[in-house]
């Protein structure tokens, strides 16, 4: 039998060479089925993987001799844990959100208990005896009580509660008159639009916190072992191990080992950096190739990746103010008027109470949050990610949006537009030759726009036989006739102790045309230098055009690149305004330019050097799956899709939730005015107060979930 105590998975039918687990967090969740499926596939004796995303279940045929079934339940779960996949929502709800439940279960079983009441014993007359009724009363003024309360306690804010303040106080009034089945109703319609907005902002929240996490457990030099210890126990001065494909959890200084390390989600370059002892490594950066043993300088609050964080999200901490709620106040003010107006002319309490129960706010409270859940629902199905509804908002009023740029949103393919021979001893024919690295190697994109510019020119079959190593974002090492080959980066040319002087010139002029240089060594001498240029997307222009057709008529790139190449990525892009060289500071301050000229600005980036100026932004969007955490944290929408023409959708779903709540708002006033002028007139009784007023939530619900929203 397969020990599972220690583990989340939970393996549904195991025979054999077969095992079907129940993976927690995969229902409906491409993203870590992607994750968990890749890893799976280059391990040793797996035959076939399948995964079921409606069940959230794996499916993995192997071979027992090479392979045990518990081997696989213990690593498909240490990379659940590695990518920080929290317990479904299904499984672990918000305090909010379960005492909502409760207060729906306590609603509906009192409604329960007076219908089933009144059918066994028929309807009695309202007296203060009445226990049921007497139940009912209690129930409600529990729920209602805590909003008095702080309405006693706060009452200079009472003006930015007016919404709630009047619901509890219809509801308080009703209960009190023992007009129980109208008073429970109006609190149940209340409380359950307000658990599905929790919901829907729930789920959401959970998988923006899934994207760009620190691993929770760290590897950690003790007695010249290597012990797992949970990443929140580091001190400063403990040792860590970190290899290849893995985040650096930690700032500090290396001590031993070598690696190249991706900084770009820090600090915004591209080009990878070599780490040797004695330097210094940042928490959120990632080893493409080699190991580390860092010594722990800083972790959690103190580390430069946390900084930065809580300096973003403190400048992004706006209050959630309410939609429409001046409309909403203005309306709710007049039909108390209304009431107490009614009443003191007639004396006639019941033709009060019809007008403050048809005029009760509860269908223009529904307007907002339901055209924001529903939205928020519609874009997580195209993989948008809504923090909540204001952010919506704030997108649907940009007229100005700033891009960085950011590559698995602009960058198709690249080309070779020029070939630079450095050693006389090859001809250009034989540097591509030797470039192409010879069979083995189709697919790798560095070699592929090599070969396609080496048929070109004829260079003839490609060398066979020949070891390769390819190093994610540096490039490739291979041994050929006994010969060491290098193709890739000016980082990797220096790790590899090439000399590069003789080619600075050209490689400054590369830059300024807005080519990469790709760098050819031979037994490390250079020999030859590729000029690169990266091709943009044609959908991502059409899709600028869009969002110009949206009526965001100011579109700015901004880019670390030098000013050639800057201005040719904008020229490709049909972007008019470009800034080079720009640092995660000078973004920022462009930002707020930007705000203190009046533009309402939306701010596209995806890794953590975007993250301070997405918050002076009016809105940020963090881009692509791999999008930083803090990036997340502080972009109000994240877009998980590398479709360009999913950042128009997401624009135009903003608008058209502005539009339908706005149509919500209407209606529901609409009945609003149309039930204070039958009530005033006395022409309508509580029993038809109450289900008029409720016509109004019907359309309001009927109208947002019967639209159009692509």
Not at 45 to 57: A, F, M, P, S, V
Not at 133 to 153: D, H, R, S
Not at 161 to 181: A, C, G, K, P
Not at 379 to 397: C, F, M, P, T
Request: aromatic share 6%.
């Amino acid at each position: 039998m397969i020990e599972t105590k220690a583990i989340w998975n939970k393996y549904v039918h195991y025979t054999p060479g077969r095992i079907r687990l129940k993976v927690p967090g995969l229902k409906k969740n491409d993203y870590l089925a992607e994750k968990i499926h890749n890893a799976l596939e280059n391990i040793e004796g797996i035959d076939q993987i399948g995964t079921n995303l409606l069940t959230g279940t794996l499916l993995v045929h192997f071979h027992e001799n090479l392979i045990h079934g518990s081997s696989i339940i213990i690593f498909v779960d240490d990379h659940r844990r590695k990518y920080n996949y929290p317990v479904p929502l299904t499984e672990k709800l918000s305090p909010m959100i379960t005492q909502r439940a409760n207060k729906i279960f306590l609603i509906s079983a009192a409604l329960v208990l007076l219908f089933t009441k009144s059918k066994l014993f028929g309807p009695s007359a309202l007296a203060s005896s009445n226990i049921l009724n007497n139940t009912a009363t209690a129930i409600g003024l529990i729920i209602a009580y805590p909003i008095f309360l702080w309405g006693l306690k706060h009452p200079q804010q009472t003006r930015n509660r007016s919404y709630d303040l009047v619901i509890n106080s219809i509801t308080f009034t009703l209960l009190l008159l023992q007009e129980s089945y109208t008073g429970l109703l109006l609190m149940l319609l209340v409380n359950y639009s307000k658990i599905i907005m929790a919901l829907d902002f729930t789920r959401t929240n959970q998988i923006i916190a899934r994207i760009g996490k620190l691993p929770e457990k760290v590897w950690v030099v003790i007695d010249k072992g290597e012990v797992a210890m949970p990443l929140e126990k580091l001190v400063s001065g403990d040792l860590v191990v970190v290899r290849n494909a893995e985040i650096i959890p930690v700032d500090g200084t290396v001590v031993d080992g070598e690696a190249v390390v991706d900084e770009s989600q820090i600090s915004g370059k591209s080009e990878p950096i070599n780490k040797l002892s004695g330097s210094k490594v940042l928490a959120g950066t990632e080893i493409l190739d080699g190991s580390l043993k860092i010594l722990v300088e800083q972790t959690g609050f103190q580390t430069q990746l946390s900084k930065l964080t809580r300096r973003a999200v403190h400048k992004n901490d706006q209050p959630d103010e309410a939609i429409f709620r001046q409309r909403i106040d203005r309306m709710v003010y007049f039909s108390l008027m209304a009431a107490g107006g009614i009443y003191l002319l007639t004396g006639n309490l019941n033709r009060s109470l019809a007008i403050l129960i048809v005029a009760s706010p509860s269908a223009a409270g529904l307007a907002v949050p339901t055209a924001n859940g529903v939205a928020i629902g519609k874009a997580a199905q195209r993989g948008i990610y809504v923090k909540n509804g204001n952010h919506l908002w704030d997108a649907s009023e940009v007229d100005t949006m700033v891009l960085d740029k950011v590559p698995s949103l602009t960058v198709m393919k690249t080309t070779i537009q020029e070939i630079v021979v450095v050693n006389k001893e090859y001809t250009q024919s034989e540097i591509l030759r030797i470039a192409s690295m010879g069979e083995g190697m189709e697919g790798n994109p560095l070699v592929e726009i090599i070969r396609k510019r080496g048929y070109l020119t004829n260079f003839g079959p490609v060398a066979a036989g020949v070891e390769t190593e390819f190093i994610p974002k540096l490039g490739i090492r291979a041994q050929m006739k006994g010969k060491k080959i290098l193709l890739g980066t000016k980082t990797l040319m220096l790790q590899e102790n090439v000399k590069l002087n003789k080619v600075e010139s050209k490689v400054l002029r590369f830059r300024h045309l807005g080519l990469n240089p790709i760098y050819l060594a031979v037994e490390g001498r250079l020999c030859g230098l590729f000029g690169v240029r990266e091709t943009i997307k044609p959908e991502v222009r059409g899709a600028i055009e869009q969002l110009r057709a949206l009526g965001i008529r100011r579109i700015v790139l901004l880019t670390r690149d030098e000013f050639e190449a800057a201005e040719i990525v904008a020229n490709q892009l049909g972007i008019v305004e470009f800034h080079s060289r720009m640092t995660p500071n000078k973004k920022a301050k462009f930002i707020k330019t930007l705000n203190m000229q009046g533009h309402k600005v939306a701010m596209l980036g995806d890794g953590i050097d975007d993250a301070l100026a997405m918050s002076e932004a009016e809105v940020g969007i963090a881009w692509g799956k791999k999008g930083a955490d803090s990036a997340a944290k502080v972009a109000g929408i994240v877009i998980s899709a590398q479709d360009p023409q999913v950042l128009v959708e997401a624009m135009l779903l903003a608008q058209k939730t502005k539009e339908v709540a706005k149509q919500n708002i209407n209606f529901a006033i609409g009945i609003n005015v149309i039930g204070l002028g039958l009530g005033a007139g006395g022409l309508i009784n509580n029993v038809s107060a109450a289900f008029l007023g409720q016509m109004g939530t019907v359309i309001t619900v009927f109208n947002t979930y019967y639209q159009k929203w692509f």
